[in-house]
C-alpha cells in the first residue's frame, strides 16, 4: 500500500499536473514524450477557449473500409468530413480546434489520442465509415470506451479498428504499463461518464438532421479512445457499403448536415460543463 501511495503523490506532484488549467473536468495525467510533430489549434487565439481535437479515421497505407466497387475508400470521406466539422467551429468562433491529420497519412492509434493529450484538449472526435457483409446496414452511430463491447457488432467493429496498429503483423502500438496505473483508472472512469454524456448530446443535435441507427450510442475497447484524461468518442457517420449511405457520405450537404449537429452537440457540452463548473464554485 505504501509504495502505491508513494507512486500517487509523485504523479501529483508532477509538473505538469500544477500547470493545469482551472477547467480540466478530472484528474490531470502528464503525456508521454513524443517524437512526432503537434498540428496547429486553428479559431480564436484565446487559452481559455475550451479545444476539440477532430481525428479523420486510417490514411496513408491504411484505406479503412471501402465502398462495394471499391473506388472510394474511408480514409478519404472521414477527412472530408473531419474537415467539414472543422470548418463549422472555426466558423462559430466559439472553440479552438486541431484535426491529428489534414492531409492523407498514416498515424498510429495512440499517436491520435496522444495529440489530443499533448494538445490538452477539452474533447476528441475520431470520424469514421461503418462497413457491413450485409448492404443494407445504413445509418451513423456513436462509440464510447468501455472494457466489454456492448454487442458482437461493437466488438468487431473494435477488432477492425484496433488492427490499424499492426502493419506486417509488427505491433506499432506503444502501451506501457502505466495504463493500469490506480489513478489513470479513476480519471478513466470519469472520463467514460463525460464521453457518455457528450454522446447523447452528439444523439440529441444529430437526429434531427441526418439518419440514426436505433441502437446509436455503443460500446467498446477502441484504442484511440483511450486517452484516460480526454473525454473521447468515435463518430461512425454512416455506411460506405451501402450505395445510398455512400452518395450521403460523399455529399457537400450531408458532411454540412453531420457538421451542423456535432457543432451543435459541441456547444450544449460546454456550455452545460460551465454551470457545472459555476455550482460547484458556489458550493464551496
Ligand atoms: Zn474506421
Redesign the pocket.
Known sequence: MRAILIALACLVAAPAVAAAPPNRAVADIPPRPSRFRLPPVLGPAKASLPLVVIDA??GGHDP??SSSDGDTH?KDV?LGIAKAIRDELVESGKVRVALTRSDDRFLVLAERREIARRLRADLFISV??DSAPSANARGASIYTLSETSSDRVSAALAA??NKADVINGVDLSRETSDVSSILIDLAQRETMNVSSAFASLVQRELSPLISLKPDFHKYAGLMVLKAPDVPSVLLETGYISNDDDLALLTSTSYRGKIATGVRRAIEAHFARQRIERAEDREDM
Open positions: 479515421g486510417h479503412g473500409s474511408e472521414a469514421h465509415c477492425r479498428e
